[in-house]
């Protein structure tokens, strides 16, 4: 069976493809105004979204601030809203009950659970967690004032004896029960593992300066197994490589320091991973229309002109890309009024419109922001500088 697309969620329905529309240009102002609308009040097509709308803030305020536009948000507002969403526990003897102390994604998360103790809703998860502390980094909010010692202490419970983490912890005797082989779970104990909910922890833990919250070598095992034969990384050991989990992987191991800057140029034969192959790999998915696809045999989609793009700024190697010819795609897929599409002649959406954006940033359009590659938000915002 095929691995599905790496997104972190489904997408709105897509109308049908319209009148192709190709500008000469990148068209900031289109984009500003297309993020602010979507700041103000999101189309109904999102309703499906609503467990998302965290990460879909995240989108629209990073979007903005990478237009060089924050100034278009209520900075005060915008933190106020974000810190609804923490997740507290009712004492201090549950930081150890299968539940992750984190932020929800929305309201619909935070509903209580039924009275025999089941959840009947999702509740606070790595995603949404790495997504309000992101966004409280980009309005200028000080992390250190948030009691993050619950939110570790509960997170390093996510990850498994091989390394890997959920996405959070399990609320049934069945699920506690179940043993994953390691990595991180992203929401409870008995919840998926992959690389994208390692990826959350480590830039979570890299944003509050704290490491307790996960065990950095069982960490860096899980993703040196998830390296597959032909150089690029999977979701999980022995999985197909994909273009999103070989960004997890790289990015990961640069936030945990086990990789340095530039790796193409300083020591690649004494990495831990296998660079050479995965830059390989990595070149050979970008495809003859000047796009990026996520796995060889498919498409170019403007989501991966981020996911391969930034991993090649990671090991030092975007100067080997046909940069001209990557510019010349992102073009055909930005619309008229604003916004990025997935594929050329469709309608925008918020998740290809926020990676359009930073592929144009890392191509160095002028008038945007720098991006901190590793942490998908402006180094300004990184550094708080």
Not at 2 to 14: G, N
Not at 96 to 119: A, C, I, K, L, W
Not at 266 to 283: F, G, K
Not at 340 to 351: C, R
Request: proline fraction near 5%; charge should be negative.
């Amino acid at each position: 069976m095929a691995e599905p697309e790496l997104e972190p969620m489904e997408e709105p329905p897509s109308p049908p493809p319209s009148d192709s529309y190709s500008s000469p240009e990148f068209d900031k102002d289109r984009h500003v105004t297309f993020l602010q609308m979507m700041y103000e009040l999101l189309p109904w097509q999102y309703q499906s979204q609503e467990i998302n709308r965290l990460t879909l803030a995240y989108f629209v305020i990073s979007g903005l601030d990478l237009l060089s536009s924050i100034d278009r948000v209520d900075k005060d507002t915008v933190t106020s809203w974000v810190l609804s969403f923490q997740a507290h526990p009712k004492s201090e003897d549950e930081p150890n009950d299968g539940q992750f102390y984190g932020f929800h994604g929305s309201r619909t998360s935070q509903f209580p659970g039924e009275s025999r103790g089941v959840m009947s809703h999702n509740g606070s998860h790595l995603a949404s967690t790495y997504c309000a502390l992101s966004i409280l980094k980009i309005v200028g909010y000080n992390l250190s004032s948030i009691d993050s010692e619950m939110m570790l202490t509960s997170m390093r419970n996510l990850q498994q004896p091989d390394g890997s983490c959920s996405r959070a912890l399990a609320q049934t005797a069945l699920h506690l029960s179940t043993q994953v082989d390691g990595g991180f779970m992203p929401i409870h104990i008995g919840a998926e593992t992959d690389l994208r909910f390692m990826y959350c922890a480590a830039a979570i833990c890299f944003m509050l300066e704290d490491w307790r919250g996960m065990d950095k070598e069982k960490a860096k095992e899980y993703i040196i197994n998830c390296q597959s034969y032909d150089g690029g990384f999977g979701l999980t050991p022995g999985s197909e490589s994909h273009g999103g989990a070989t960004y997890c992987a790289v990015a990961s191991l640069r936030l945990m320091g086990f990789i340095g800057d530039d790796l193409l140029s300083n020591s690649a034969t004494s990495s831990i991973v296998n660079v050479p192959l995965l830059l390989s790999w990595i070149l050979q998915r970008q495809a003859m229309n000047g796009g990026f696809q996520g796995r060889p045999n498919k498409d170019s989609d403007t989501c991966y002109a981020f996911w391969v793009g930034a991993t090649l700024r990671i090991l030092g190697g975007l100067k080997f890309i046909d940069e001209k010819e990557l510019h010349g795609f992102l073009l055909t897929c930005q619309y008229e009024f604003g916004g990025f599409s997935k594929f050329p002649g469709q309608f925008p959406d918020l998740y290809h419109s926020y990676y359009g954006i930073t592929a144009f940033s890392l191509l160095g359009e002028s008038g945007m922001s720098s991006l901190c590659v590793e942490l998908g938000i402006t180094d300004q915002a990184a550094t708080g500088i």
